[in-house]
């Protein structure tokens, strides 16, 4: 469960985020709303990325300012820009990379890394530099590598962006499919129609907290586009 208790965050004088109060246990979770409104930030609040000016937010009791670390071990975070997170050559090697703190011996390791990359249909590109990816290899890449960690909660921020439609339906019904948590920002709303909750975010504050296909109406409607 995450939490979040009277949470405001500037970026220095530049108000962003107002007095939000969220409980968050949802298996599928999605935020919606205008460029600029506050998704990012709210969306990296939740793993402690950003810590809230002023206010609260916890995951299961651990609270992100005080347990950032033990926060995100629970709570993987995937960028909108995949070079962002690619940190190693070769694209095994990135999804290796983030099992270096897991305890696993290196056999283990290479299974887990062989799943997790034929389950992105990126099996045949382990040895590929991962640089010379396309943009959208690059998104599914960054996917694995978050998930092979096997996290909790799973926060993405706009992951189908640079994704042709066959992907970006790979990736949304392998984010539906998923058992984690999954809390996802988009501006595809056809991706959160059968959201069971899906947050509108307006000028820093939820301005619309329910089903996905009310929330995509209203947040039409904010933006005068119904
Ligand atoms: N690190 C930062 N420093 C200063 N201002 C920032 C920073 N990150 C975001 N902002 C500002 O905070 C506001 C909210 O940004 P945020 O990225 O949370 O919005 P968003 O809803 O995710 O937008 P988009 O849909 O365009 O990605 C914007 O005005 C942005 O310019």
Redesign the pocket.
């Known amino acids: 469960m995450i939490r979040l208790d009277a949470v405001s965050h500037r970026?220095?004088d530049?108000p962003?985020l107002a007095d939000i109060d969220l409980e968050l246990g949802e298996r599928r979770i999605a935020v919606i709303?205008?460029?600029?409104?506050?998704?990012?930030?709210?969306?990296r609040l939740l793993n402690g990325l950003v810590v809230p000016t002023s206010g609260r937010v916890s995951v299961d009791g651990l609270d992100t300012r005080r347990d950032g670390a033990a926060v995100r071990r629970r709570v993987g975070f995937v960028f909108?820009d995949p070079d962002a997170q690619i940190v190693m050559p070769t694209v095994g090697e990135d999804v290796e990379f983030s099992l270096r703190r897991q305890g696993l011996d290196a056999g283990q390791r290479a299974e887990r890394v062989a799943d997790v990359l034929a389950r992105f249909g990126l099996a045949g590109l382990a040895d590929r530099p991962a640089h010379l990816l396309s943009g959208g290899q690059k998104q599914l890449l960054a996917l694995a590598a978050v998930l092979v960690t096997e996290p909790d909660v799973l926060v993405c921020?706009?992951p189908t962006t640079l994704l042709d439609l066959r992907n970006a339906a790979r990736i949304a019904a392998m984010l539906a499919a998923l058992p984690q948590q999954v809390v996802l920002?988009t501006?595809q709303l056809d991706l959160v129609l059968d959201y069971e909750r899906v947050l509108v975010?307006d000028e820093g504050r939820i301005a619309y907290d329910g089903a996905g296909s009310e929330a995509v109406e209203r947040y039409r409607a904010l933006v005068g586009a119904s």
Do not use: I, P, R
């Open positions: 970026y220095g530049h962003v709303g205008a460029n600029g409104s506050g998704k990012s930030t709210l969306a909108t921020d706009e920002v501006h975010v």
